[in-house]
């Protein structure tokens, strides 16, 4: 996969490359069926998680979880795919979380804190 920053992602796909226009792309990870690109507008953190099906049509628009920020995609050993979240007030004594995508909620949902 390659992110040209603020402008596309490129997603290889078994059947063959895919190339999105992403206005802000930031990072992305791939899953499956699914594309998960944040996007940003600079210089804030990222601002939006959009899903993407295997078309490239965006199943889901994401902003962060309420009194969290965006920081980065990561890998979650049960979930797969996850955002780390910062707490704009530190829940349970952690400033970082791992968020997951919720497919049949088309939500996301805190998995555990992010080391």
């Known amino acids: 996969m ?6 596309s992602v490129c997603w ?13 792309a930031d990072s992305a990870y791939a899953q ?7 996007t940003v507008s600079p210089p804030a953190l990222p601002h939006r998680l959009t899903v993407f099906g295997r078309d490239g049509m965006p199943l889901a628009e994401l902003p962060p979880p309420p009194g969290h920020v965006f920081q980065y995609l ?11 979240c910062a707490a704009e007030v530190p829940a349970e004594q952690w400033p970082d979380w ?18």
Not at 74 to 84: F, K, L, P
């Open 12 to 24: 290889v796909r078994e059947d063959g490359p895919l190339t999105l226009t992403v206005p802000g």
């Open 32 to 38: 499956g069926d699914l594309l998960f690109v944040l």
């Open 98 to 115: 791992h968020f997951g995508y919720d497919s049949q909620k088309r939500a996301l949902v805190r998995l555990g804190p992010a080391y």
């Open 2 to 7: 390659t992110v040209r920053k603020g402008r």
């Open 74 to 84: 990561s890998r979650h050993i049960e979930a797969g795919m996850s955002v780390v």
